[in-house]
């Protein structure tokens, strides 16, 4: 059973529960817990109906979508430049968390296998990392081709929005469709920093997803993305022709390609899928390593205080509890070692036993 033929037959239980915020569906070996989320979501057919799912009186309802308050600030970008953070006010916060549910629960009846970048991991059937799982199709492959999406988040316009929430993977009507749209974007566009807008943009990148994913099996290449990341890799060169066709299909979506960030690596080069090297089994850079040995060796000479300042040295404000913020990265940091490498790792074990006895 789909989850649109679920809403169909359950319609008025689902109505039910949302007026009495209790589930009353019983459960089958043919609904998961996906399809009740998603079944909730779809059944939204107008403003009641939508202050119940959030369980809010329509007068802050209305409050939300008239004057939403978003805190607006920018972050360095890892290659130079700023990206805009717009985050969205506690109480905006929470009504979207509770919509990227429906959202995550609604993509996940029915995900592209392509697709890694946020969306719900079964960790039990794959405990690796998303950003792992979206490096790993591309090991061995002679040639890499990464693509990037030029402001992603910000390219997708309201408009956009609501013709998704209207199309046929949502069926809402236009009013339920236009309160949605404005509860998810700002100032027109769709805000990064919000929590529906990384699962918003998967919907939106669907049918490019599906259009990629074709031409990969009809050429015999391998296609993923995470976010505004697009790979490809295959045995053979991309010549000028397939780089063309592949650009083609992302302008004929509305987006823009970063053509700084366009890049081909071949034999004997050094390949990466999002930060991971692929050329035999997903692997971290040797800067990497080099970079957390340099940070335990700082942290067992120096303390934490001292080892702190020298990692924050070009920030421009050092708190008072830098050091623990300079910890719980390093934490960060070992971990990822080990997402990548393998928990058998020899260089994971020694950093993280090392990390033991320092801290």
Same mark, same amino acid.
């Given at each position: 059973m789909t989850v649109y033929e679920f809403v169909e037959k359950q319609r008025p239980e689902l109505k039910q529960s949302l007026r009495t915020q209790t589930m009353k569906i019983k459960s089958s070996p043919e609904l998961t817990k996906h399809t009740i989320s998603a079944g909730l979501l779809l059944s939204l057919q107008n403003a009641q109906d939508v202050c119940a799912y959030f369980q809010l009186p329509r007068a802050v309802l209305e409050q939300l979508i008239n004057s939403p308050k978003y805190r607006s600030f920018s972050i360095a970008k890892k290659r130079g430049g700023k990206r805009l953070i717009q985050a969205p006010e506690l109480g905006l916060m929470k009504v979207q968390r509770i919509l990227n549910h429906g959202l995550q629960s609604l993509y996940a009846c029915n995900p592209n296998p392509s697709v890694f970048g946020f969306v719900i991991n079964d960790e039990q059937a794959n405990p690796a990392s998303p950003i792992v799982q979206n490096a790993a199709p591309h090991v061995g492959k002679a040639y890499v081709l990464n693509i990037d999406l030029k402001? %992603? %988040?910000?390219?997708?316009?309201?408009? *956009?929005?609501?013709?998704?929430?209207?199309? =046929? =993977?949502? *069926? %809402?009507?236009? =009013? /339920?469709? #236009?309160?949605? #749209?404005?509860? #998810? /974007?700002?100032?027109? *566009?769709?805000?990064? @920093?919000?929590? /529906?807008?990384? &699962?918003?943009?998967?919907? &939106?990148?669907?049918?490019?997803?599906? $259009?990629m994913r074709k031409i990969a099996n009809d050429k015999g290449w391998t296609y993923t993305r995470y976010a505004d990341d697009l790979t490809f890799s295959a045995d053979l060169f991309f010549d000028a022709e397939a780089v063309a066709e592949i650009r083609s299909m992302i302008v004929s979506?509305? %987006?823009?390609?970063? $053509?700084?960030?366009?890049? =081909?690596? @071949?034999? @004997? *080069?050094r390949k990466e899928v999002t930060g991971i090297v692929v050329n035999t089994k997903p692997n971290v850079k040797r800067s990497y390593i080099r970079q957390v040995r340099a940070m335990l060796h700082d942290l067992e000479k120096n303390g934490r205080t001292i080892a702190s300042a020298n990692h924050f040295k070009n920030s421009p404000v050092v708190r008072e509890n830098d050091h623990s913020v300079f910890i719980n990265r390093l934490r960060g940091y070992i971990s990822f070692i080990g997402q990548v490498r393998g928990k058998e790792d020899p260089i994971f074990l020694r950093f993280q036993e090392k990390m033991k006895a320092l801290t």
């Open positions: 402001d %992603f %988040f910000p390219s997708i316009r309201a408009h *956009r929005v609501k013709e998704l929430f209207m199309s =046929q =993977q949502f *069926r %809402f009507n236009e =009013q /339920t469709a #236009t309160v949605l #749209t404005l509860l #998810t /974007t700002y100032q027109g *566009r769709l805000p990064q @920093g919000a929590p /529906t807008s990384p &699962i918003i943009t998967n919907f &939106i990148c669907a049918k490019m997803d599906a $259009e979506n509305h %987006f823009v390609i970063n $053509e700084k960030k366009i890049r =081909q690596k @071949g034999k @004997g *080069r």
